[in-house]
């Protein structure tokens, strides 16, 4: 089992910047790869990021690209989101996943943090 716990989000306004942290847990050795996700209200939840396990793999949605940047802390197993240039429709519950290989579901989900960003 792999235990993920996000940190960091808050309210900000239009324009700002945020980092948000997950910790990872239990049974890391398992993890291939970790991935944000975000869900607002009334709206499906979708992808943000990916980061392999070893930090040499990354991707992002077009609609963070440029602007996000996600990375791997080996020594505290944590994966960071950094949001910079935050717009409104930014605003969301922030999740961290993990999945055990690259075509896999991710078997693993935090709790979520509230990212508010005011116009």
């Known amino acids: 089992q792999v235990q993920l716990v996000e940190s960091g989000g808050g309210l900000v306004q239009a324009g700002g910047s945020l980092r948000l942290s997950c910790a990872a847990s239990?049974?890391?050795?398992?993890?291939?790869?970790m991935g944000w996700f975000r869900q607002a209200p009334g709206k499906e939840r979708e992808f943000v990021a990916f980061?392999?396990?070893?930090?040499?793999?990354?991707s992002y949605a077009d609609s963070v690209k440029g602007r996000f940047t996600i990375s791997r802390d080996n020594a505290k197993n944590t994966v960071d989101l950094q949001m910079n240039s935050l717009k409104p429709e930014d605003t969301a519950v922030y999740y961290c996943?993990?999945?055990?290989?690259?075509?896999?579901?991710?078997?693993?989900w935090g709790q979520g943090t509230q990212v508010t960003v005011s116009s």
């Open positions: 239990g049974r890391t050795v398992s993890i291939y790869g």
């Open positions: 980061i392999s396990w070893s930090g040499s793999s990354t």
């Open positions: 996943a993990a999945k055990v290989t690259l075509v896999s579901r991710y078997d693993y």
